[in-house]
C-alpha cells in the first residue's frame, strides 16, 4: 500500500474541501454587510474551519508523495473511504465553531456537540437529508448554505468533481470513479474518464442554474432557492425551514421540484448522451422506463390510499379531503422518497398502512444507477428480479440456458452473484444497523422497533426521514451519540456502495500483497 | 406434462394418508373401550376421513396412468407441490368431522371452520407448530395423537417415506428426493436412494422409540410421550399441553427434548454415515460443528442477558431470578428457536431485546441441511457468508480466484448463485407475507407490525410461535381466514424450499415443452 500517494491525495482533497467554505463564508460577510450581526460567529467559523483545512490539507499534501505508478486499486479505495469518513469531520468543524461561538439562540445548539456536527455533515456529504436540527430556522442563512452545499458537494461525488478538477490522477482515476459513481454499470459514462468527468460536472452545473431559477421565479429568494436547488439535485433533502417544501405550500414549488428530483434520480451518464445527440438511446433505456413505471405505480397506490382522507402538511394543517390533496401530497412524497430526496410536504407517518408500507419499499429501490439518488438503485432491482426468475424456471428446465440482459447489455455470471451479494449486504447492513441502533438506545431514549428500522432504512439508503420517532416532522437530535455513530456509518456504507467502506475493515485489505 | 402419471402417484399418496390416520382411529377407539365416550365423535371423524382419503385416492390411481418413462422433473414437481397443498385438505377432514360432531365442549371449537383445520393440518405436516387451537386440552387424546402424527408424517417428509415404501418410482424417485430432501447437499445420501431413504426411515423410527421410551420414563403417559416425540423429531412444535413442555416443570423431561430437538437438527445423512461406520465423517462435518456452535453462542448470549431477571413460564409463574433459572429457560428456548421446533417453557416475548433479536436471528437460520429442521439452514448460511466475504476480497484483489469450500467440498458457480438466490427469496417472502398479512387483518382484528412480522417469519421458517400477538402462550387463532391461507402458504413454501410451490405459480412451467 502506498500510504504516502493515499495522504497526498487526501491533502488535495481537504485543500479543496477548504476551498469551497469561500461560498458560505462570502454569503456571510455579505449578509453581514447587509445588517445581520447574528452572521459575525458564522464568518469567524468558516475562517476558522477553512484554515484548519488548509493548513491539514497543505501538511498532508507535502508529507506526501507523488507516485510514479498513479492510483493502485487498494489506494484508491483507501483514499475513497477516508475521505468521506475523514471529509465529513472537516467539514462539520464550522457548525462547530459557529455554535461554541454564537450568542443569539436562547437554547444551546446541539452543533455545541461535535458528534452532532459529524452526523449532520456525514448526511449532507452523503446526500442523506437526515438532520439533527430541532429548530433549522434559527441558525443563520451562511450556516443553511454550507449544510445545503455539502449536499452539492457530495452529489455527483466530490470525488467525480475531484477527477474533473485534478486530471493529476491520470490512470487511477478511472478506478476511482468506478467506485465512486453510483450504479453497477454507468453506460456510455466509460471512455476518456476526464472529458467525461469533467462534462458531468457541467451537466451538473447546468441543471443547478435551472432549477435555483425556477425557484426563484416561483417566488424564493435566490438563497433558499439555491440551498433547495443544492439538496434537489443531490437528492439530499436538507430544507431552509422546519417545514421542509411544506412551508411554502406553493404548487408551483412543489411542481418545480418534483421535476428535478426526478431528474436527479437518472442516470447523469444519460444527460451526457443527450449532449452527444444519442436521444433515441436514452429513450429505449430500459432502467429508465422501470424508473418512471414505478413512480407511476407507486403514486398512484398512494393517491388511491389517500383518497377520501384529509393529510397532514408539515406545517400541521389538516387539509383535504379531495382527490387534489391525494395526488399533490400523494405524488411529492412519492417521488422524494423514491429518489431518495427526503424532502416532505405531509407527515406521512399518519399514512394508511398500504401507503407507508409502499413508500419504505421505494426507500430501498432507490434512484437510478449512475444517478445521484440512493438505495440498491433501480437497475440492480431489474437485474436481481431477472436473475431470481432465471433461477426459478432453471429448476423445471435446468438445460435450458437463457441469456439475462438489460436493454441490450447481457450480464455475466459474475455481475449476478454481485448483484446479489449487493442485495443481500444491504439486507445484512439493515437489519445489522437496527438491531445496533436499538442497542445504542438502550442506554438513553427507549425507543421502538419501528422507529430503529426505519432510522436504519433511511439512513442506509440515503434518504433522511423515516417513520414513527424519525417521522417528517420529527428529527434524529435525541438520539445517542453511539446511535449517531452508528448511522454515519450506514449513511456513509449506503452512498459509497458498502466496498470503499468494508474493506477498511479487512485484515487482509491491510496486509501487503 | 404427464398429468395422468402424477394423478396415479397422488392417488398412492392419499391412500397411505388415508391408512395412516388407523392409529389414531385405533387409539380412538381403545380411548372409548377403556370409557371415554368423548372419543365417539372421534371415531366417526376418523373412519370418514379414511373412506374420503381412500375414495378419492383410490379414484385417482384408477384414473391415472403408469409412466414408460418414469417421472420426469416437472412431473416431480408438481406432484410435491400438489401433495402437500392438497394433503393437509385431506388430512385436515378428522378435525372437521370431529368439531361438526362433538357435544362435549362448552364452546364452539375452532376446528367447525374449515379454514382453521386447513391451516392446523399444514402446520403439522410442515413441521410448523403454529396452532389456531385456544383450548388444546380440550381436545380429545385421539385428535391430538393425529394433530402429532402429522408433524411426523411431514417430518422426514411424507414423499421420502413415499421412496422408501413405494419403489414403483424408480428413477424419477431420485429427483423427488432431491427436491423433497431439505438442504442443498446432503452429503452421503446420495447412491441407490431407495436403499437410502429406507435406511433413512429405519433411522427415524428408532430414534422416536427412544425418545418416547426416555419420556415415558421421566413419567409422562405413552400417549403424551409418543405426541411429544413426533413433535420433537419433526421440530414441529405441537404439544398436548396449553402450556407446552412448560406444563409439565420437569428438568429431565426438558432435558430429553432438548438432547432430541439437537439431534433432530442434524443432517440425517450423517446418521447413514454413522451406520455405515463412518463416524470420523461425521465429526469433521464442517456444518454440523458451526450449527452445535451457534447453538452454544446464542444460548450463552440469552442466559447472559436473562441473568437477574425473573422468567414468566408457560404457566405464568415467575420464576427466578438465578443463574439456574436463566439456564434452564434460556437454553430450552435457543434450542426450540434454532431447530425450528417451537416447543415453550417459558413466554420469552418479555424478555430483553437482545434475547428477542437474537431468538429471532436463530428462527431465520434454522436446522442444519438434510434435516426435518427449518428455516434457510447452517449449511447455506456458511455458504453466503463465504460467498459475501470473497466478494469483498474481490474488490481490492480482483485477480485472486479463491475457491470456496464447505468441509472439503468447492461450491460451483452455479450453486453460489442459487444459494443467494435462495436467500434472496426467503427475505422477500419474509417481507411479502408480513406486508400480505397486515393488508389482510385490515379487515379483521388490527394488529401490529411485530405481530404480522414474527407470524411471517415463525410460519416461513416453520418454528410457531413468535412474538407480541403470536407469542408462545397466544396462538393464531384470531387471525382472518385470507391471513390464515397466506400463513398456509408460507408453511408449504418455507417447507419445500419454494421451488416446488412457486412453479406451480409460473405460466411457463405449465406450458408443453
Known amino acids: 500500500m502506498d500510504y504516502r500517494y493515499v495522504l497526498r491525495q487526501l491533502g488535495v482533497l481537504f485543500v479543496v474541501l477548504g476551498a469551497s467554505m469561500v461560498f458560505s463564508l462570502a454569503w456571510a460577510v455579505g449578509d453581514y454587510v447587509r445588517g445581520n450581526p447574528k452572521e459575525m460567529p458564522a464568518i469567524i467559523a468558516f475562517l476558522s474551519g477553512m484554515a484548519i483545512c488548509l493548513v491539514l490539507g497543505g501538511a498532508a499534501y507535502a508529507f506526501g508523495k507523488t507516485s510514479r505508478t498513479g492510483l493502485?486499486?487498494?489506494?484508491?479505495?483507501?483514499?475513497?473511504?477516508?475521505?468521506?469518513?475523514?471529509g465529513a469531520g472537516l467539514a462539520g468543524l464550522p457548525f462547530y465553531f459557529w455554535a461554541k461561538l454564537q450568542t443569539s439562540l436562547d437554547h444551546v445548539s446541539p452543533f455545541s456537540q461535535y458528534v452532532n456536527c459529524y452526523f449532520e455533515t456525514m448526511s449532507g456529504l452523503t446526500t442523506t437529508g437526515a438532520s439533527i436540527l430541532t429548530n433549522i430556522e434559527a441558525c443563520p442563512p451562511a450556516i443553511l448554505f454550507w449544510r445545503a452545499f455539502t449536499h452539492w458537494l457530495g452529489g455527483l461525488g466530490i470525488i467525480v468533481l475531484f477527477v474533473a478538477v485534478f486530471p493529476a490522477l491520470g490512470v487511477?482515476?478511472?478506478?476511482?470513479?468506478?467506485?465512486?459513481?453510483?450504479?453497477?454499470?454507468?453506460?456510455?459514462?466509460?471512455?476518456?474518464?476526464?472529458?467525461?468527468?469533467?462534462?458531468?460536472?457541467?451537466?451538473?452545473?447546468?441543471?443547478?442554474?435551472?432549477?435555483?431559477?425556477?425557484?426563484?421565479?416561483?417566488?424564493?429568494?435566490?438563497?433558499?432557492?439555491?440551498?433547495?436547488?443544492?439538496?434537489?439535485?443531490?437528492?439530499?433533502g436538507f430544507s431552509t425551514r422546519n417545514a421542509s417544501i411544506g412551508a411554502y405550500d406553493s404548487v408551483a414549488i412543489e411542481g418545480v421540484i418534483i421535476f428535478f428530483m426526478i431528474l436527479a434520480g437518472v442516470n447523469f451518464g444519460l444527460y451526457y448522451q443527450i449532449a452527444q445527440g444519442r436521444l433515441t438511446n436514452v429513450l429505449k433505456d430500459r432502467e429508465l422506463r422501470v424508473y418512471l413505471g414505478i413512480i407511476a405505480v407507486a403514486s398512484c397506490i398512494i393517491i388511491a390510499s389517500l383518497y377520501g382522507r384529509t393529510v397532514m402538511t408539515t406545517e400541521e394543517n389538516h387539509v383535504?379531503?379531495?382527490?387534489?390533496?391525494?395526488?399533490?401530497?400523494?405524488?411529492?412524497?412519492?417521488?422524494?422518497?423514491?429518489?431518495?430526496?427526503?424532502?416532505?410536504?405531509?407527515?406521512?407517518?399518519?399514512w394508511p398502512f398500504i401507503a407507508k408500507c409502499t413508500l419504505l419499499i421505494l426507500m430501498f429501490i432507490g434512484g437510478s444507477g449512475g444517478s445521484t439518488g440512493g438505495g440498491i438503485k433501480v437497475v440492480r432491482i431489474i437485474m436481481a428480479a431477472k436473475i431470481i426468475w432465471a433461477e426459478l424456471e432453471k429448476v423445471f428446465r435446468p438445460n435450458v440456458i437463457r441469456p439475462i440482459r438489460v436493454g441490450r447489455a447481457p450480464i455475466d455470471p459474475d455481475l449476478r452473484l454481485a448483484t446479489l451479494v449487493y442485495v443481500c449486504i444491504i439486507l445484512f447492513l439493515f437489519a445489522a444497523g437496527t438491531i445496533l441502533i436499538m442497542l445504542c438506545q438502550e442506554f438513553g431514549k427507549p425507543i421502538d422497533i419501528d422507529t430503529a428500522a426505519t432510522a436504519a432504512a433511511a439512513t442506509l439508503n440515503n434518504i433522511g426521514p423515516g417513520l414513527a420517532e424519525v417521522r417528517a416532522t420529527a428529527n434524529y437530535g435525541f438520539f445517542s451519540a453511539p446511535a449517531k455513530i452508528v448511522m454515519s456509518l450506514l449513511m456513509v456504507l449506503g452512498r459509497?456502495?458498502?466496498?470503499?467502506?468494508?474493506?477498511?475493515f479487512m485484515p487482509r485489505f491491510w496486509r501487503s500483497e
Open 172 to 236: 487511477g482515476g478511472k478506478r476511482l470513479f468506478r467506485i465512486e459513481s453510483p450504479g453497477p454499470t454507468p453506460e456510455g459514462v466509460r471512455p476518456k474518464i476526464r472529458e467525461t468527468a469533467r462534462a458531468l460536472w457541467l451537466i451538473y452545473l447546468l441543471l443547478t442554474l435551472i432549477e435555483a431559477s425556477s425557484l426563484r421565479l416561483c417566488g424564493m429568494s435566490w438563497f433558499e432557492a439555491l440551498s433547495h436547488t443544492f439538496a434537489t439535485l443531490a437528492t439530499g
Open 72 to 86: 493502485g486499486r487498494r489506494e484508491a479505495l483507501l483514499l475513497v473511504g477516508v475521505s468521506w469518513l475523514a
Open 320 to 350: 383535504g379531503p379531495s382527490l387534489g390533496t391525494a395526488v399533490r401530497y400523494g405524488l411529492f412524497q412519492t417521488v422524494s422518497l423514491q429518489t431518495t430526496t427526503g424532502f416532505c410536504t405531509a407527515e406521512f407517518d399518519h
Open 496 to 504: 459509497l456502495e458498502v466496498y470503499a467502506v468494508f474493506v477498511l
